[in-house]
């Protein structure tokens, strides 16, 4: 039963053999509803289903194909489009409102909403199946499964092909999960063209090289045409950006023309995930009724992918999957290492007095990032006595350290996994009689929560305090120096989180 109860939130949480069985499973309901074979999709017929819709944010497709989807199953749909006329107008917390839907005892839950990682959040918070159907600039996983389906329904293949993304990569949620998703296909050479201001960010790119995608970012959307299978035109994300001047100078330069279709391969087609803004428009009307124009078959798609989607989580399908499952990383929580004690005659000529009687000695931080310790600690405020410089080290004097002595301090458990978070690789010595009485290596801590001074530096996310929507920001391990906001995916460099 790998898909029972299982949530769509997040596209990195499949394997390539969960892909192609959803495929596989929406293709045999695409033919089904196509020939009318009631039997084989009105799966919930028997059932008392209820499903909920709940869309913060505009949509035509994402919301009616679900719709339609669960109608389809024999589901009965509640929820709102838009949340005028909703207890959100009146301030309602979305942790509140996701609670009334399950109170009311709905089977699954299908939000879009404008705050990245709120999809995640609601997937924690509720007991019943929660489908992403969009979440701020994050993902769009179920527009993702369509894609695939639909790129593979074209070329036959999802293997070995050329893939253009072209348009608003910095903000648009759909190329997001599209790139991961297209990661876990053998064969699959990206090609990426936008303004420079509307780049894919560069933790995707990172994230594409250590997957060995091979990507190449064009100049022009003509010469990129000529040598993709496929091309992904997305919309310029008007809506998300803080300043519309970037919208002015990016808005007609990915403009997919007619022209550039007389240079495309045979079996070129040409996707878009919709809508088109008509006031600049990603792709020229002109196009709509050509053949390699595929975007209205592919927003098709979406109804039996998502009808594919329900049954499955909901258990209405039976679950034959024999293949590889999704297993979350479990990370190795420990990032104490308690070193041995070595007794060392006081050096007279070192360049920062040691502490003569107790306190605390944080030693081999990141050159010049000692400060960042005495505002985690609060020293100033606490009004400790404290000494901070970057040094040269005693033993190696060519290397140079971060080092902070802090006179009559001890730490809580809090206060040094705080420390492991901003600087990991440091050695805390706890000082009693003028000597080191324990010293401790630390690493960076798998999960980090609870440390006010620590939060997910994106604007954009579920998490962040002008929110009010008071989700605890939580921030996991992502490298040896690098954290990673468990709800949005922003990737940050541990020194740089105050
Ligand atoms: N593709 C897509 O998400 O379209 P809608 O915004 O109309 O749902």
Not at 236 to 262: G, Y
């Amino acid at each position: 039963m790998a898909f029972y109860r299982r949530d769509l939130t997040d596209i990195h949480c499949f394997t390539t053999d969960e892909f192609v069985y959803m495929l596989d499973q929406a293709a045999d309901m695409k033919q089904a509803i196509a020939r009318k074979e009631i039997a084989s999709y009105r799966l919930a017929a028997q059932r008392d289903m209820i499903v909920a819709l709940l869309f913060y944010e505009n949509s035509t497709r994402t919301r009616t194909s679900f719709e339609i989807a669960a109608m389809r199953l024999g589901m009965r749909t509640t929820g709102f489009a838009g949340t005028e006329g909703t207890s959100v107008k009146k301030g309602e917390s979305l942790r509140h409102t996701l609670d009334m839907y399950e109170a009311y005892a709905c089977d699954a839950l299908i939000m879009r909403h404008p705050l990245d990682g709120s999809a995640r959040f609601a997937a924690d918070h509720l007991g019943i199946p929660v489908f992403n159907a969009g979440d701020g600039k994050h993902e769009h996983p179920t527009q993702t499964i369509l894609d695939l389906f639909t790129i593979r329904e074209h070329l036959g293949r999802l293997g070995d092909f050329d893939m253009g993304i072209a348009g608003d990569l910095k903000y648009g949620r759909t190329a997001h999960s599209l790139v991961i998703a297209l990661s876990k296909f053998q064969g699959v050479r990206l090609h990426l063209f936008s303004h420079k201001d509307l780049a894919l960010p560069d933790s995707l790119l990172d994230f594409l090289r250590k997957a060995n995608v091979p990507v190449t970012v064009h100049e022009s959307l003509d010469e990129m045409a000529t040598q993709v299978d496929i091309l992904y035109s997305t919309r310029i994300q008007k809506e998300r950006m803080p300043d519309l001047s970037e919208f002015e100078r990016a808005k007609s330069m990915s403009e997919f023309t007619h022209k550039m279709l007389d240079s495309t391969r045979p079996c070129f087609g040409l996707m878009h995930p919709l809508p088109i803004d008509k006031t600049a428009p990603s792709i020229s009307p002109s196009i709509d009724g050509h053949p390699k124009a595929i975007y209205k078959i592919q927003a098709g798609n979406g109804v039996p992918t998502r009808l594919t989607e329900l049954a499955l989580s909901l258990g209405l399908l039976e679950d034959g999957f024999t293949g590889e499952v999704y297993e979350p990383e479990h990370q190795n929580e420990q990032f104490i290492e308690e070193l041995e004690v070595v007794v060392k005659p006081q050096r007279i000529d070192v360049s920062i007095r040691p502490i003569r009687d107790c306190g605390v000695v944080i030693d081999h931080i990141q050159p010049y990032q000692e400060e960042i310790l005495v505002r985690l600690l609060q020293v100033r405020e606490r009004r400790d006595i404290y000494r901070a410089g970057t040094v040269k080290s005693v033993a190696r004097p060519s290397e140079i350290k971060g080092i902070l002595m802090i006179e009559n301090r001890e730490l809580s458990d809090q206060e040094i996994r705080a420390i492991a978070a901003v600087s990991p690789g440091c050695r805390i010595n706890f000082i009693e009689g003028g000597h080191a009485a324990r010293k401790l290596a630390v690493s960076l801590p798998a999960r980090i929560t609870g440390i006010p001074q620590i939060f997910c530096p994106n604007k954009g996310c579920i998490t962040r305090v002008e929110h009010q929507e008071y989700v605890a920001p939580i921030m996991v391990r992502a490298g040896h120096d690098l954290l990673r906001c468990y709800y949005c995916d922003q990737l940050v460099a541990s020194a740089h989180m105050l």
